[in-house]
């Protein structure tokens, strides 16, 4: 079946610093690549979505280009603040799209 | 303030009692979904209904009965409940089943414990 592997967390970093979380996927068919994004008390929430092979997301400063060669969607931010702190979820979605296959999260946790 | 409840945030059962997880969206959203999330495991799809029509169902035991008495409400009643069962269940939704693109919107989970 399908799968998503992502970055054991937790991740912390200091307010500006890069972050970067890896997320490979193993599918056989042609899936769209999501991230979403859970904050404290909160449900996870939609933080970008790329339907195609080679084409980038982005959204408040996070991107990811899907690599569909190298099964990858590896999200980064130039320069993290303390409000991003969250749990990072990758997954991905084909056919019915609504049964998606999430990663197991990943903690970040910024210091201001 | 939230358009996905979840009732309640937190509870705790015994081993072989039922429990009555209760979502209700008012996002006017036509499909609704359960997912559930296990300690140190990826969120897991459960179930999804459209127009209160169950579409899909990936739960392997029939111990877990979604139940839509309304178009915006999505119940989880689990009966039988095993320690395994602990986990945090989310309630989901979205526009249409159909076409769907992804954007998935969430409640903010139902956490149970089984003892």
């Known amino acids: 079946g399908d799968s998503v592997t992502q970055t054991e967390g937790p991740v912390t970093l200091s307010e500006g610093t890069s972050l970067t979380v890896n997320c490979s996927y193993e599918t056989k068919q042609y899936p769209t690549l999501f991230w979403y994004v859970q904050y404290p008390g909160e449900g996870p929430q939609l933080l970008f979505k790329v339907p195609k092979a080679n084409e980038k997301g982005s959204n408040r400063g996070f991107e990811a280009t899907y690599n569909k060669e190298a099964t990858s969607f590896h999200l980064q931010k130039a320069s993290v603040q303390e409000s991003d702190s969250a749990v990072y979820y990758c997954?991905?979605?084909?056919?019915?799209?609504?049964?998606?296959?999430f990663g197991t999260g990943t903690s970040l946790l910024v210091d201001p | 303030d939230p358009k996905i409840i979840q009732k309640p945030k937190y509870l705790v059962a015994v081993t072989g009692s039922e429990k009555i997880l209760i979502c209700e969206q008012y996002l006017g959203h036509n499909a609704m979904y359960w997912y559930r999330q296990s300690a140190k495991k990826p969120l897991e799809f459960m179930f999804s209904y459209s127009y209160q029509k169950l579409m899909d169902n990936q739960t392997a035991s029939s111990r877990f009965q979604p139940q839509s008495s309304k178009k915006n409400h999505l119940d989880l009643q689990i009966t039988a409940l095993k320690p395994d069962d602990s986990a945090t269940y989310f309630c989901?939704?979205?526009?249409?089943?159909?076409?769907?693109?992804?954007?998935?919107?969430f409640g903010e989970g139902s956490k149970l414990t089984v003892l």
């Open positions: 989901a939704s979205s526009q249409d089943i159909l076409g769907f693109s992804g954007q998935l919107y």
């Open positions: 997954a991905l979605g084909e056919g019915m799209g609504y049964k998606l296959t």
